[in-house]
Each structure stands twice: as C-alpha cells, then as structure tokens.
C-alpha cells in the first residue's frame, strides 16, 4: 500500500512539467490527494490540493495560475501540471492522502505519503 510520486527533472526556467501520483494497494476514489514540497532548509509546504470528486482545490498563492492540479480515478492516478517555473520552485515534491472528500493544508492531516520527486529549475 503505497503512493509514488514521479516526473521531476531538470528544466529551465519557464519551462513546464508534469508530476503523477500513483497508487498501489488502495483506490484514490476514497482520498483527497495534495502535493508538498520541500526545498533544502526549508519547511515542507503544501502546493496544491483535489478532493474526490476534483471539483475542490486548492493552490497555494506563490503557484496559482502556474500550476493545475488535476486526477484521474479511473487510472488511479493524479497529476500536477506545472507551467512557467521558477527557481523559486526548486525542491522535493510530494503526494499525499487524505481519507476524506475535502481538501487540507497541514501535512498533519494526510496519512498516507509518497516518496518525493526532484524537481530543479536551473539555466
């Protein structure tokens, strides 16, 4: 039973990439799915998030507009698409679980993490 995150890089700035959550042993149907992220030296913090349905999200400011949180449950799978990144978005990036409908932003209140993947925004 376990998510994976997947899809970091190495890209330029204003460059774009998209990150994927899986899941195995459970169905994503049931959770809320965030993505945190963790620069070095830096707290962990929360990026985006979709409840079951994908009606509810949320983006946190430095990254509206830019990214776009997205899921698929029939594939058991969601997605984060990030457009015109910065340096500033440099950092490990997560996916979580939430066994709820509705969106959080503490790292608290998600049960079940992936393994993170790097994410590099460099000239």
């Known amino acids: 039973v376990q998510l994976q995150a997947s899809g970091g890089g190495l890209v330029q700035p204003g460059g774009s990439l998209r990150l994927s959550c899986s899941a195995s042993?459970?169905?994503?149907?049931?959770?809320?799915i965030a993505w945190f992220r963790q620069a070095p030296g830096k707290e962990r913090e929360g990026v985006s998030c979709?409840?079951?349905?994908?009606?509810?999200?949320f983006y946190a400011d430095s990254v509206k507009g830019r990214f776009t949180i997205s899921r698929d449950n029939a594939k058991n799978m969601v997605y984060l698409r990030m457009n015109s990144l910065e340096s500033e978005d440099t950092a490990v990036y997560f996916c979580?679980?939430?066994?709820?409908?509705?969106?959080?932003?503490?790292?608290?209140?998600?049960?079940?993490w992936g393994q993170g993947t790097q994410v590099t925004v460099s000239s």
């Open positions: 979580a679980a939430r066994l709820s409908t509705v969106c959080a932003t503490a790292p608290t209140s998600f049960d079940r």
């Open positions: 979709i409840g079951t349905s994908g009606k509810n999200t």
């Open positions: 042993g459970f169905r994503l149907n049931y959770y809320s």
